[in-house]
């Protein structure tokens, strides 16, 4: 496609239950990013992909955030026993055949535990 | 219209007047700055960027600023339109794909 795909673009999930969330990034882009957008603030780094090696896991919250991007294209962001603190919008960015910055940006999987 | 200051978290612009976004970065050592424009619903956009070795660039409608020495960064947008009504984060960067991102400032345009 044109751009990142996320999906699903709307999650609610109960405290505890897994989620899975998964990113279709651009055609060709080697670098992968996740982050985490809380309401009214910037987003947050979370993890950086180059291929399908995971160069950068810095930012995951715990031990509860896993994420894995196989054969260097799709990517899944998995959090295990969610917690109410895990309610944001979680971000998926892509970058150019050449890797590094400037991110682009999918349009997010919101995620709302209750 | 402009904001000021190091957190001014709103700017509100008349159509048609140029806007001034302004931003305070906290590393020295960042070496490459994004604006990014968001809007209600969606992902960051990116607008424009610029490395520590300029300090002006111009894109479209629209100009960053870059001033080393006191750590600030700006967005101008020339003739403000509605649709450029949405927040505006600046983010820098001190290696080659982690971005830190501000605040962010939300830009309404009145008609």
């Known amino acids: 496609g044109a751009g990142v795909s996320q999906s699903p673009r709307y999650k609610v999930a109960k405290r505890g239950q897994d989620v899975a969330l998964r990113c279709d990034p651009i055609?060709?882009?080697?670098?992968l990013f996740w982050y985490q957008q809380a309401l009214g603030q910037g987003p947050e780094f979370l993890t950086y992909?180059?291929?399908?090696?995971?160069?950068?896991k810095s930012g995951l919250p715990s031990d509860r955030f896993f994420a894995e991007r196989p054969e260097g294209s799709v990517s899944t962001l998995k959090i295990q026993r969610t917690q109410q603190e895990d309610s944001a919008v979680y971000l998926c960015?892509?970058?150019?055949?050449?890797?590094?910055?400037?991110?682009?940006f999918g349009q997010g999987t919101r995620l709302t535990v209750v | 219209g402009e904001s000021v200051g190091l957190h001014l978290p709103t700017l509100s612009v008349q159509e048609g007047d140029n806007s001034i976004i302004n931003c305070a970065y906290s590393?020295?050592?960042?070496?490459?700055f994004i604006w990014y424009k968001q809007e209600s619903g969606k992902g960051p956009q990116f607008i424009i960027d610029i490395r520590s070795n300029m300090d002006k660039r111009q894109g479209q409608r629209v100009t960053v600023l870059l001033n080393k020495t006191v750590k600030h960064l700006s967005l101008q947008i020339a003739a403000t339109q509605p649709g450029d009504s949405a927040v505006y984060f600046c983010?820098?960067?001190?290696?080659?794909?982690?971005?830190?991102f501000g605040a962010g400032t939300t830009v309404t345009v009145r008609a």
């Open positions: 992909f180059q291929n399908e090696a995971q160069l950068d």
């Open positions: 960015a892509s970058s150019h055949p050449g890797g590094g910055l400037p991110a682009f």
């Open positions: 055609s060709g882009h080697v670098s």
């Open positions: 590393n020295s050592a960042s070496d490459y």
């Open positions: 983010a820098e960067a001190t290696n080659d794909y982690k971005l830190s």
